[in-house]
């Protein structure tokens, strides 16, 4: 089977699995959206080759390799055929090299259809970083902590708008109680492969709307190139009354663990200030989520504000959090500014 491009290997066929069959450590790095774990060797067995090939010799580490590779050749073939019951698969390993050549000779013989990724994941890396330069027409909506502009985003969505959802790619709601309730985050190589996947899905003839981020999403870093065209794109900023706010986050934070809660708190304390923190602490142990969150907000308010500064925004005053209300105020706000046509005809594509 000829080795195919990296399109054509991503646009394969939706009943082909894509097959990884690099070490575990290397997929759990970072691997293509969706493709699912085949390693041939172990973590060990492979730093066992690649300390021979470094130390003996390149003919010495292959036979190292086939050694350990004959006795696993059935069990193999058995999870392969668990993972992909119609015997057809992609595969591909880190450059197309001697590890995905080998699996690929095994399924065949065993009777599966392979296409074979050309120069590997490491192609895929490759096409994935180039993402980030593209240029895209973007808009940003913006808002102090607590306007709910996830929210409005998702019904945005729900309406037809285009949306990049950078806070469910990282698992993280961006402040200090931003993992509260949410799955461990990926790796910066996994959040950046994903992040590739989703721009690759989006029209390119339509504005995107995505939320204004700082530069880094808790634990994970927005790519600097990308990061760059949000903040000079257009910029729409939500702006809700502060007992507004104060009493949605309250009435969220209310459900969550008051241990989890303490945490987030203690990893701002510097921040905070000491009588803050402590304050903070006593109103979660009282069950007060009003009063935490209002000296919470103390802080992040005057840091977004502080981030504004300087930044070209339409303003859109609401006197609610209502998702519904304030998409149609964001889009009429939009409309008005012709920020969608003004994007439109600045994309590189509408000449």
């Not at 970072?30 to 492979?46: K, M, N, V, W, Y």
């Not at 096409?127 to 102090?144: I, K, M, T």
């Not at 308010?301 to 981030?307: E, L, R, V």
Request: aromatic share 6%; with cysteine.
């Amino acid at each position: 089977m000829p080795r195919i491009s990296l399109p054509d290997f991503l646009q394969g066929p939706e009943n082909a699995p894509i097959l990884d069959v690099r070490a575990p450590i290397e997929y759990a790095q970072g691997h293509i959206p969706g493709a699912l774990s085949l390693p041939l060797f172990t973590d060990e067995e492979r730093a066992r080759i690649g300390t021979t090939y470094k130390q003996v010799s390149q003919h010495k580490a292959v036979l190292l390799g086939l050694d350990l590779f004959g006795p696993k050749m059935s069990e193999m073939v058995r999870a392969a055929s668990k993972l992909a019951p119609g015997k057809e698969v992609r595969l591909h390993c880190w450059r197309g090299g001697m590890r995905s050549g080998t699996v690929q000779w095994l399924l065949e013989l065993a009777g599966f259809q392979v296409h074979l990724l050309n120069k590997g994941y490491k192609d895929y890396r490759h096409w994935a970083l180039a993402q980030f330069a593209e240029p895209r027409p973007l808009l940003v909506l913006g808002g102090l902590t607590g306007s709910g502009k996830t929210d409005v985003l998702h019904e945005l969505a729900r309406r037809q708008e285009p949306l990049l959802d950078l806070e469910g790619l990282a698992h993280h709601k961006g402040s200090a109680f931003g993992s509260i309730g949410l799955p461990p985050q990926p790796t910066q190589e996994q959040f950046e492969n994903n992040l590739a996947a989703a721009l690759g899905q989006l029209p390119a003839a339509r504005p995107v709307w995505v939320e204004d981020e700082s530069r880094t999403i808790g634990g994970i870093h927005i790519p600097t190139p990308f990061f760059e065209q949000m903040s000079s794109a257009p910029l729409v900023v939500l702006e809700i009354p502060r007992e507004v706010r104060v009493r949605k986050l309250a009435a969220e934070y209310g459900r969550e663990d008051a241990g989890a809660l303490a945490t987030s708190i203690l990893r701002i304390r510097k921040r905070l200030g000491g009588l803050a923190t402590k304050e903070a602490l006593a109103a979660i142990a009282e069950d007060d989520m009003e009063k935490m969150v209002s000296l919470v907000l103390d802080y992040y308010d005057k840091t977004y504000s502080h981030g504004l500064e300087g930044r070209r925004a339409i303003r859109v005053p609401s006197d609610t959090c209502d998702a519904a209300v304030n998409a149609e105020l964001v889009l009429r706000a939009a409309r008005e500014a012709k920020l969608f046509s003004e994007l439109i005809s600045d994309a590189p594509h509408a000449a």
